[in-house]
Nanobody, 121 residues
Framework: VQLQASGGGLVQAGGSLKLSCAAT????????MGWFRQAPGKEREFVAV????????VYTDAVKGRFTISRDNAKNTVDLQMNSLKPEDTAVYYC???????????????WGLGTQVTVSS
């Protein structure tokens, strides 16, 4: 199983970025997909999760109204559209996959390597 995250970069506060995660080696349509982030010196934290059926989506409070998670089961991808970015969103962002719908918990079966997002003030 491989999860390859991309789309990170440097952006000014108030700007936007779209992260994408491409999954191979698993039956993607069966997996719930999550995004997590880890800032320097901090623990990894939950950002958002989308269910395999797209019927359930949960965001952490810090990103509600600014981030949108979506998936394309035909392309085996999950995206995270990030708008109105803030310096505190700076982190390495990871995508993860699990057969269970997990909110907050980082007990996902599979993880990608992450992509760096840096928001300048």
């Amino acid at each position: 199983v491989q999860l390859q995250a991309s789309g990170g970069g440097l952006v000014q506060a108030g700007g936007s970025l779209k992260l994408s995660c491409a999954a191979t080696g698993l039956t993607f349509r069966r997996y719930n997909m999550g995004w997590f982030r880890q800032a320097p010196g901090k623990e990894r934290e939950f950002v958002a999760v989308i269910s395999w059926s797209v019927g359930r989506i949960v965001y952490t409070d810090a990103v509600k109204g600014r981030f949108t998670i979506s998936r394309d089961n035909a392309k085996n991808t999950v995206d995270l559209q990030m708008n109105s970015l803030k310096p505190e969103d700076t982190a390495v962002y990871y995508c993860a996959a699990d057969l269970s719908f997990r909110v907050q918990s980082d007990e996902y079966a599979y993880w990608g390597l992450g992509t760096q997002v840096t928001v300048s003030s």
